[in-house]
Antibody, heavy 120, light 108 residues
Framework: EVQLLESGGGLVQPGGSLRLSCAASGFTFTDHAMSWVRQSPGKGLEWVSGISATGANIYYAESVKGRFTISRDNSKNTLYLQMDSPRAEDTAVYHC?????????????WGQGTKVTVSS | EIVLTQSPGTLSLSPGERATLSCRASQSVSNNFLAWYQHKPGQTPRLFIFGASHRATDFPDRFSGSGSGTDFTLTISRLEPEDFAVYYCQQYGSAPYTFGQGTKLEIK
């Protein structure tokens, strides 16, 4: 069964740091680009960041560029999102996502998400 | 960055009616790599249209996508009760791979 399982969410103070993880199983992780997508309370979906299958290509939304860092460990089938200097507006449920149908950076498969609250 | 603008923000219709949702891009979407997602409360979003007009095989054929370049449309020919949800478009042709703000399809 194809599965994405996020972890690492919680309460973080503005200006602090937090690292999210996404453990992948049921598919060949090393063949797939991955994305982080978030949904803030009462708002829509926002694509946050993406990383190619090898990790050679990395992309960010303007809203997080310079503060968040995406990475992956293909030996552990795990995707990461390092959140530095988070702001209140980064409060959201963060999902990792991928496509198992060759639609690179489309989101056919989603994890259930991990909730991040940025507050003092 | 490509900005996707969805309209209307909310669409109130009755079962059996036809729904037309719009997604307009601020610049041309590369290769028409435009996807539509259905999002219901408590569930993860579900991709059901890709490449602007290709429907996922396990999704009802009352759903259809059309358009190219900067103007895209999702049509639901005859609404069923289970179709009432929030719908998002996403372009996956050029980074950053942005979503529209969503259209809430609600029961009238």
């Amino acid at each position: 069964e194809v599965q994405l399982l996020e972890s690492g969410g919680g309460l973080v103070q503005p200006g602090g740091s937090l690292r999210l993880s996404c453990a992948a199983s049921g598919f060949t992780f090393t063949d797939h680009a991955m994305s982080w997508v978030r949904q803030s309370p009462g708002k829509g979906l926002e694509w946050v960041s993406g990383i190619s299958a090898t990790g050679a290509n990395i992309y960010y939304a303007e809203s997080v560029k310079g503060r968040f860092t995406i990475s992956r460990d293909n030996s552990k089938n795990t995707l990461y999102l390092q959140m530095d200097s988070p702001r209140a507006e980064d409060t959201a449920v963060y999902h990792c996502a991928t496509s198992n149908a060759g639609r690179v950076y489309a989101c056919d498969i989603w994890g259930q998400g991990t909730k991040v609250t940025v507050s003092s | 960055e490509i900005v996707l603008t969805q309209s209307p923000g909310t669409l109130s219709l009755s079962p059996g009616e036809r729904a037309t949702l719009s997604c307009r891009a601020s610049q041309s979407v590369s290769n028409n790599f435009l996807a539509w997602y259905q999002h219901k409360p408590g569930q993860t979003p579900r991709l059901f249209i890709f490449g602007a007009s290709h429907r996922a095989t396990d999704f009802p054929d009352r759903f259809s996508g059309s358009g190219s370049g900067t103007d895209f449309t999702l049509t639901i020919s005859r609404l069923e009760p289970e179709d009432f949800a929030v719908y998002y478009c996403q372009q996956y042709g050029s980074a950053p791979y942005t979503f529209g703000q969503g259209t809430k399809l609600e029961i009238k």
